[in-house]
Nanobody
């Protein structure tokens, strides 16, 4: 069983930055495929960024060049650095892990507004 706990959400002005963290349980974190998804009100959950166990990353077109996903296997944590935030980035952000099956965090709210 894998438990994921997100932190770092909040309210930020357009153009600002936030860093989300997701702490995972489990002794084989380095083998987990990790990612971040988001869901805005009235919309479907969408992929934001993913990172493989080997560190390969992939991003949604809408966040390329602005967001960076990274992982620290020693801390069992995955991060999402979000820069140049836009109002359309407002959503609940969910941490995702996959190892034999999918696991989800409880979500953290990110609001981009002036």
């Amino acid at each position: 069983q894998v438990q994921l706990v997100e932190s770092g959400g909040g309210l930020v002005q357009p153009g600002g930055s936030l860093r989300l963290s997701c702490a995972a349980s489990g002794s084989i974190f380095s083998n987990y495929f990790m990612g971040w998804y988001r869901q805005a009100p009235g919309k479907q959950r969408e992929l934001v960024a993913i990172i493989s166990s080997g560190g390969t990353t992939n991003y949604a077109e809408s966040v390329k060049g602005r967001f960076t996903i990274s992982r620290d296997n020693a801390k069992k944590t995955v991060y999402l650095q979000m820069n140049s935030l836009k109002p359309e980035d407002t959503a609940v952000y969910y941490c995702y892990a996959h190892y034999a099956r999918a696991y989800w965090g409880q979500g953290t709210q990110v609001t981009v507004s002036s």
